[in-house]
């Protein structure tokens, strides 16, 4: 294949078409680049070679980089870029087909806010628009399970407080529409009216001025807000942990796994069931008490 500025490589190749066909985000892109960097001498340049050396040189690069410290969740994620590589070079260009196993994690269970946390958050007294728009963008992060991006993208036309709805762009451009609560819906109806007169943005969750915000200039807010609000203890302030909580909680309400992976906008269920592991048997136990077909016909 052959650009503007000449022959590009493979690599490269497979980047433009997920890019523009697939229509990948910037940050999938550069996930890709980092994945091909961390990988960089060892996958087969030019292209073609026998599987079994492939998988060797790849399989000596993973030592590499667990030897400097890459953890085992990071170098899983560069394989998923580069076993997705090799899929493409298999049914694009006749490539033999190579797949790289992912190496085995630890079944952690993961950290969530307790509902005294949640309380906190929620009877927070915000001073000032910005910690209100913080605190509102975390209630909807707690409500819906939303990730950070997508709080960041959403428009006050994704808002449908008729029905009930949220109309979230995922990752890959992927849009699903998510539900919220009553309790959210209050929320966002008094945000939406505060900045009625405000500012003109299309966005919910902007600067005062209607510009989009960056992560990196809410996060840092964020601990703050955490801090101010009672809230101590080795859970880690961050969007992702509220994302953990609403998924956990859906689930140890005995909500459905399956209705989790379409809210949450999982491409597979296996990402789903890592929250299964951080429920108890005390979770369990209770769940299974209310589905209990005995329970039903006493």
């Avoid at 090799?86 to 630890?106: A, D, H, N, Q, S």
């Avoid at 960041?152 to 407080?161: A, G, I, K, Q």
Wanted: glycine content about 8%; hydrophobic content about 40%.
């Amino acid at each position: 294949m052959t650009s503007q500025h000449g022959t590009i490589s493979s690599q490269q190749a497979f980047i433009q078409e997920r890019r523009y066909l697939k229509g990948g985000s910037p940050k999938t892109v550069s996930w890709y680049q980092q994945s091909f960097k961390a990988f960089e001498g060892a996958l087969p340049q030019p292209v073609g070679c026998d599987p079994a050396t492939c998988k060797e040189s790849i399989m000596i690069r993973i030592a590499e980089l667990r030897d400097r410290g890459v953890s085992a969740i990071s170098v899983n994620t560069y394989l998923c870029c580069v076993n997705a590589y090799f899929r493409w070079l298999y049914t694009e260009r006749g490539e033999p087909l190579v797949r790289i196993p992912k190496l085995r994690m630890e079944s952690k269970v993961l950290t969530t806010f307790s509902p005294q946390d949640i309380a906190r958050l929620a009877s927070y007294k915000p001073a000032g628009r910005s910690k209100r728009r913080l605190q509102t963008m975390v209630l909807t992060a707690l409500d819906t399970g939303l990730r950070i991006g997508e709080l960041l993208r959403l428009r006050r036309s994704d808002v449908d407080l008729d029905n009930l709805i949220l109309r979230a762009m995922g990752k890959g451009s992927k849009e699903r529409l998510v539900p919220m609560s009553i309790e959210l819906r209050r929320v966002l109806y008094r945000w939406l009216q505060m900045l009625r007169d405000v500012q003109a943005s299309a966005l919910v969750f902007s600067t005062a001025r209607g510009n989009g915000l960056g992560q990196r200039n809410v996060l840092p807010d964020l601990k703050l807000l955490c801090r101010e609000s009672g809230i101590r203890g080795e859970v880690r302030a961050s969007f992702h942990t509220f994302r953990h909580t609403f998924a956990v909680n859906y689930l140890r309400k005995g909500g459905n796994v399956l209705y989790l992976q379409r809210i949450l906008g999982h491409s597979t269920l296996e990402m789903t069931n890592r929250y299964l592991r951080s429920l108890g048997i005390e979770d369990l136990k209770a769940v299974h008490n209310g589905l209990s077909i005995l329970s039903a016909n006493r």
